[in-house]
């Protein structure tokens, strides 16, 4: 149902955001936010990875990642976010 909450997000390796103008928004998705240098972790100058989101969301704040841990984990760096659902019954 499209009032449903849902956040898609990863590694799209979606250089020129061509995905969200072909793929998500015809799908419903709004971006979560904007281009973010997310690759490669040690010196991040492409937005390779992204959230979606479809539904009663908003997004109270998004960045990325700067701790020092993440590079082990990750040649990307982590988007984080904080998100509200605007639905009172969800």
């Known amino acids: 149902h499209v009032d449903t909450p849902v956040i ?9 955001w061509s995905l969200d103008a072909r793929v998500m928004r015809p799908a419903g998705y709004w971006a979560a936010h904007g281009p973010m240098g997310t690759f490669p ?5 492409r937005s390779l990875d992204a959230f979606y989101c ?10 990325v990642g700067r ?7 990750s040649d ?12 009172p019954i969800l």
Do not use: K, Q
Request: include cysteine; aromatic fraction near 10%; charge should be negative.
């Open 41 to 45: 972790a040690r010196l991040p100058v």
């Open 54 to 63: 479809r539904g009663p969301l908003s997004v109270e704040a998004a960045f």
């Open 8 to 16: 898609i997000g990863g590694d799209f390796n979606d250089i020129w």
């Open 76 to 87: 990307h760096r982590p988007v984080i976010m904080d998100l509200h659902c605007d639905d």
């Open 67 to 73: 701790i020092r841990t993440a590079l082990y984990a």
